[in-house]
């Protein structure tokens, strides 16, 4: 059969400069992928340098604003937000009583995907025990 599909392309005549036309094609080609990579080349190290510059002025005015902010006086009274310790209390409870509250909501589904992905796990080792 292979035989048969080789002598019919064999027969098929080739146009006279295809060969020429196909390398010129591939050659024409390669130039533009050589174009592509030399300008994502430039592109590149410009990007990085503006990059780079506009960390640098970042940090700059970061660490500058830092200083500047410990140089002003704390004020610790300013932060009591409660002047109670019994009112601070309960409402410390409260708020950890939420953050368990919605733990345990999490966990709940949590368990519920691990009962899935078990379920499906034990089906995939029946089958592949079937295939073996």
């Known amino acids: ?3 048969l599909n ?7 005549p080739i ?9 010129a094609k591939i050659d024409e080609w390669e130039q533009e992928e ?3 990579r030399a ?21 700059v005015i970061g660490v500058g ?10 004020n610790l009274a300013e932060q009591d937000t409660y002047q109670d310790p019994v009112l601070a209390q309960q409402e410390a409870e409260r708020a950890l009583n939420l953050l368990a ?4 909501k999490g966990m709940g589904h949590l368990e519920k995907a691990k009962a899935l992905s078990d379920k ?8 592949l025990k079937v295939l073996k």
């Open 39 to 59: 300008q994502r080349r430039r592109l590149l190290p410009s990007v990085v340098r503006y990059t780079a510059v506009a960390a640098s002025v970042a940090l």
């Open 101 to 104: 509250a919605n733990l345990n």
């Open 120 to 127: 499906a796990e034990n089906t995939l080792n029946k089958q």
């Open 65 to 74: 604003y830092h200083y500047l902010r410990l140089d002003e006086p704390v």
């Open 6 to 12: 080789d002598k019919a392309l064999e027969q098929i």
């Open 1 to 3: 059969m292979d035989e």
């Open 34 to 36: 050589r174009k592509q």
């Open 15 to 23: 146009p006279e400069g295809l060969e020429e036309r196909l390398s």
